[in-house]
């Protein structure tokens, strides 16, 4: 009878290929030599590198030594860095009110306007007044020229023209207060206009059309969108292992929870005696994601303890209901690859990896997919995970 065997096809650029991914991994020099001999298979009858009836294909990838990480969940929301209670200067009617709930606005628009009738008569009043006071100090003027022309011929006593230069002065003070007031004036009726401090979105509108409000009172809440940052509660027992170049990886309700790299902008070292935290505020370093004040986050705090360990990744392991943990690890005996479970102690996990406290070496090469129902001993085709 003749026994089919597991080849591939002797095809250079996928070998080829398959070489180049290899470098990649840091593997010991034997496994190496392994996988690559399981590459230049090619079909034939005779002693099989592998028989298709004997082996279970199965993915590995190599256990490593890293620096080791300590992650800390949070939650957090999505925070405007300005929200501003806008109120008018002066007390009136509201005249006309131009946004409303949800509308965005740009620096300088105008949100309100009050009824300015009387302020308008009173500008207008000021102007005619200062234009009086104007004319009235021209006169004073010519009346003085012609009075120093007229003293260069001793026709002017020299008190006379005194008294002339001072109601010249006093009619340039007079011209002064004036322009003053109608400045003041203007200035009353420009604060019956509400404009936008800054650009953003109307979250409350407080009043309507014909309603009397005071000075102070907030007409329309307005909630900058842009530089939204993300506030989260750090527990106390961080606070010493952690500064702005710790590493943040943030998650949005709103996108599917898809991870976004975040910058700590501030550490806020008050700590709240109630939940025994304290804040963070962070920003992500993708600008085009579209927040929203109020968002809900939640985010991976990454601390480095300083001390290295041997990590596999999480579909490594393998737990039983009576409490032991192992990994399925590669064995290269007599020109057969077979698998031998280990049982490992393992301690935290980041980055999707898990690490491992004991029962493990960094060369090993572990089992992470097809390691459900392998058994000791078990003769297996490798796969490296890409």
Known sequence: MQVRYTMWPFDYCRIRSRMDSLSQHRLPAHYKLLLLTLLFSVQYTGTPVFAQQETTPVIVDAAEEVALIEEVSLTGTVISPRVANLSTEVSGIVDAINVDIGDRVETG?????????????????????????????????????DAKALAERQTVS??????????????????NRFRAEEQRQAARLRRHKLTAPFSGVI????????????PGQAVVELVATSNLRIDFQVPQSVYTKMDQATGVIVNLDAFSGQGFDGKIESVIPVNDPATRTFLIRVALDEPRINLAPGMSASAALKLKTGNRGVVVQRDA??????????????KQENGKTTVSERQVQPGSSFDGKIAINSGLSPDALVVIQGNESLHEGQAVTVKLSE
């Open 317 to 330: 392991i393998m737990r039983y209901p009576d409490g032991r943990i192992t990994v399925w690890v590669i």
């Open 158 to 175: 020299a008190n006379a023209l005194e008294s002339l230069a001072a109601e010249v002065r006093i009619d340039n003070a007079q011209v």
């Open 109 to 145: 628009d105008e949100i309100l306007h009050l009824n300015s009738e009387l302020e308008e008569l009173s500008l207008a009043a000021a102007r005619a007044v200062t234009e009086q006071a104007e004319q009235e100090l021209a006169d004073a003027k010519r009346r003085l020229t």
């Open 203 to 214: 979250n409350r509108k407080l009043v309507e059309q014909g309603e009397w409000i005071q």
